[in-house]
């Protein structure tokens, strides 16, 4: 008999959760496993997922856990008397944090979690998936208890648990992690920390296959303003602080002197609430007198395309990364990766072998790296070779078959 399997991701715009859910929808053994998917209202996923033959319930926007706008003034006077009372109380600091949370955050989660638990009963899952971490999933943990189904959280950030996390996180019978490294991470966050399983993220390599292209390398150099004895170094994802853009800029200012034929292409879009950044990192490579090296070019669709214009794939992350989906994507395209030696990044890189490991946040470090490969193009064509020999590990089957096998032990299928 077919296990029923609710995925719950409320997540309010698109982003590499959604996309690694698709593939696992996509993907899934429909013999063994019937999908279901609650999202936000408005998702753009939506339609997709009703493509692929699941059931699509969608909830509106409830808890958000933003506090509601004061006035500055009412603003400042309550801070003058929390900063007072914090100081007065033993353990005060995480007393008023405490009371603000449920005071403010409460009401709107237990709503939400009540919607989405009238839901999950109509739906009548063997299991409820969880896309993200536990405090982005907090409503669908109190939804799956107040159903009486057993929940799993798909964790793929290196994020933290408040004492409420902690608590809530008991609730659930396990976790999947996109890398140990994020296993080893939330095994120190308290609260519930056991089963866990690993499941890396996969892609579809086909998707990055040259033969697959109907546009050539050339083509998408020339449309991008570069000339074809550019040394592209490019940056791939959302343009925000811990993506750590700038320290590429940095380094090709370092770089440009003694090497002119070097330039830089940024591919991506600032989040709405850090556009300042993106402005930021235009106004730096004028300063530093790179503007005519570094190419901005926005959002673009045609991913393995562009990874196929690039000479090296630049991954510069300021913190640890959780996974790193960029990087197999440029492996799976051929392209060599200089990357930020942190996080899930060395489960998918040995340095020197797939690519060159930098520490994270030093732009010398990165000028080295890609002065490196730059000089030394046989390097970075073996980089490249064993990068595409070594994303055959990260492929979606491989990524389904690893969230089923989780199943499997779960439910005994």
């Known amino acids: 008999m077919r296990k029923r399997i609710l995925y719950v991701d409320m997540a309010p715009s698109v982003g590499g959760s ?5 593939h696992l929808v996509k993907g899934l053994d429909r013999e063994r496993f019937s999908p279901c998917v609650i999202l936000r209202d408005g998702n753009p996923y939506a339609p997709r997922f009703e493509a692929l033959g699941a059931m699509v319930e969608t909830v509106s926007a409830g808890y958000t856990g933003a506090a509601a706008p004061q006035s500055p003034k009412l603003a400042g006077l309550r801070q003058s008397r929390l900063s007072a009372l914090v100081k007065r109380l033993p353990g005060g600091e995480a007393l008023v944090h405490g009371v603000g949370f449920y005071a403010r955050t409460w009401p709107e989660l237990c709503r939400e979690a009540r919607a989405m638990a009238g839901v999950v009963r109509g739906l009548s899952p063997d299991l409820v998936h969880l896309n993200d971490v536990v405090a982005v999933s907090r409503s669908g943990i109190m939804a799956a208890q107040r159903a009486g189904v057993p929940a799993i959280c798909h964790l793929r950030a290196l994020s933290e648990r408040t004492a409420f996390d902690r608590g809530i996180s008991r609730r659930l019978r396990g976790y999947v992690c996109i890398s140990q490294a994020v296993d080893r991470h939330q095994r120190t966050l308290g609260g519930r920390t056991d089963p866990s399983w690993v ?7 086909d998707d990055y296959a040259p033969e697959r292209s109907q546009t050539d390398r050339q083509t998408v150099r020339s449309e991008l303003g570069l000339e074809p004895e550019d040394y592209v170094v490019g940056s791939l994802g959302r343009i ?12 090709l200012a370092q770089l440009h002197p003694r090497n002119p034929r070097i330039k830089g292409l ?18 730096m490579a004028r300063d530093l007198g790179v503007a005519e090296s570094v190419i901005f070019c926005g959002y ?9 214009a690039m000479d090296l794939m630049a991954h510069t992350s300021v913190r640890p990364e959780p996974f790193g989906r960029v990087i197999i994507e440029a492996m799976a395209a051929g392209t060599p990766v200089v990357a930020s030696d942190a996080g899930g990044v060395p489960e998918i890189v040995r340095d020197g072998v797939e690519g060159l490991l930098v520490a994270p946040d030093d732009a010398t470090a990165l000028a080295t ?3 490196r490969l730059y000089a030394h193009p046989e390097q970075a064509s073996k980089c ?28 005994g299928v």
Do not use: C
Not at 199 to 205: A, K, Q, S
Not at 300 to 308: E, F, K, Q, S, T
Not at 384 to 411: C, D, I, K, P, S
């Open 199 to 205: 499941v890396y993220n996969g892609i579809d390599l």
């Open 266 to 283: 940024i591919v991506g879009s600032p989040e709405v609430h850090e556009m300042a950044y993106g402005e930021t990192m235009r106004q």
């Open 384 to 411: 490249a070779q064993a990068g595409r020999a070594a994303v055959q590990g990260f492929t979606v089957a491989q990524y389904v078959e690893g969230v089923e096998r989780v199943y499997g032990e779960m439910l």
């Open 240 to 251: 925000r602080p811990w993506k750590g853009q700038h320290v590429l800029i940095e380094a």
């Open 369 to 371: 790296a890609i002065e």
């Open 18 to 22: 959604i996309i690694s859910l698709y």
């Open 300 to 308: 673009r669709p045609d991913v393995p395309d562009v990874l196929r």
